[in-house]
């Protein structure tokens, strides 16, 4: 189309511009509602992953391989203060998630080894 300056040519392309910030704020819109989608049936799948691995008593190692989030369980022990320390942390991330009643009979146990790391971690300041 040629504009030539005229009211009505001003009009269509304004309403042109319009119909296209429309179209492209909607289309945002619906990419944006499928990433959050995507995000939620992942985390879905996930959750459902770890309940069935709970259920049937199977460290998540077993079902989801070597890329787990729980850490490199699936490897050789680490063999830096480093990796023995992300490896407890994983270990404790994975207490986390199981069910409270699963964990409660070890309470006792859990406190002396918090007590140890706490001794351990007091001895590094003497």
């Known amino acids: 189309m040629y504009y030539n300056g005229n009211d009505d040519d001003e009009r269509i392309m304004r309403q042109r511009m319009r119909q296209m910030r429309h179209d492209l704020a909607h289309a945002e819109h619906e ?26 008593g199977t460290f998540p190692m077993e079902i989801i391989g070597n890329a787990s989030f729980c850490g490199d369980f699936g490897k050789s022990s680490p063999r830096t203060v480093d990796g023995i320390l992300d490896e407890i942390d994983s ?23 918090g007590e140890h790391l706490k001794s351990l971690k007091d001895s590094l300041k003497k």
């Open 31 to 56: 990419r944006a509602h499928a990433i959050k989608n995507e995000i939620k049936e992942a985390a879905h799948a996930q959750k459902e992953m770890m309940k069935q691995a709970i259920k049937n």
């Open 91 to 113: 270990y404790i991330s994975y207490l986390e998630d199981l069910p409270k009643e699963k964990v409660a009979p070890y309470e006792e146990k859990l406190g002396k080894t």
